[in-house]
């Protein structure tokens, strides 16, 4: 086996510009025209990636196994294995797969501390890291990113930082004891925050929780008062 049109890569969950041609050579590389065999295609070590092909495997046609629809849906660089019984196997040129589209229903916010004295100088950093829909982490800018208080207790809130790797960050402090709610919004689509709740002058516990963006409830963040 050989493959003689090499994968393309592209972004996750999305099939490749270019699909791999594999042909089924003899020992000295000619093509044999007279081969039916079924290839199949498999990532090389894919770390829990998976490879999905409108067809896999694929009936050779005149000594040749064209794929289509071929497509990653983690972001890395691999490589593909080309197998048939009986025949030789072959692998392809490494490929590319970035991360695709921000997805509201993957992407999370943080806040660290999660807890601060309502003092009006403590601050918390909220953090907002776009991931597509496969969970990748998006490693550059993904969109407008805003964060707003939708209840509680006033407070300052900084504006959005585009770190252009995929995160935003804001900062936010408060002189009011009481517990606020925020929501994150990717181009004017509203998501979630992640919450907890603590009553005035409580200690901060584990809180913000991972959630996914694309629910109606919002997130909470508490002051600690004195």
Request: with cysteine.
């Amino acid at each position: 086996l050989a493959v003689t049109t090499q994968p393309g890569g592209g972004t996750s969950q999305t099939a490749w510009s270019t699909q791999p041609v594999v042909a089924v050579r003899d020992a000295t590389g000619n093509l044999v025209t007279s081969s039916t065999a079924s290839v199949t295609l498999a990532l090389v070590s894919g770390g829990g990636a998976v490879l999905s092909c409108t067809s896999n495997p694929v009936v050779a046609v005149n000594g040749v196994a064209t794929f289509s629809g071929c497509a990653v849906d983690k972001a890395g660089t691999y490589t593909l294995s080309a197998t048939s019984t009986g025949l030789g196997s072959a692998t392809s040129n490494s490929v590319s797969i970035t991360p695709g589209a921000a997805s509201l229903t993957t992407s999370t916010i943080t806040a660290s501390p999660t807890s601060i004295s309502a003092t009006g100088v403590a601050t918390s950093t909220l953090t907002v890291q776009l991931k597509d829909a496969s969970g990748n982490a998006l490693t550059t800018s993904g969109g407008t990113v805003t964060v707003v208080k939708t209840a509680g207790p006033t407070v300052s809130l900084s504006a959005v930082t585009d770190n252009n790797d995929g995160t935003y960050t804001a900062t936010v402090s408060g002189s009011s004891a009481g517990t606020a709610t925020f929501s994150a919004q990717l181009g004017g689509t509203a998501g979630l925050a992640d919450e907890f709740d603590h009553p005035a002058g409580a200690v901060a516990g584990n809180g913000f929780v991972a959630d996914d963006f694309g629910h109606e409830a919002a997130g909470e963040f508490g002051f600690d008062g004195f």
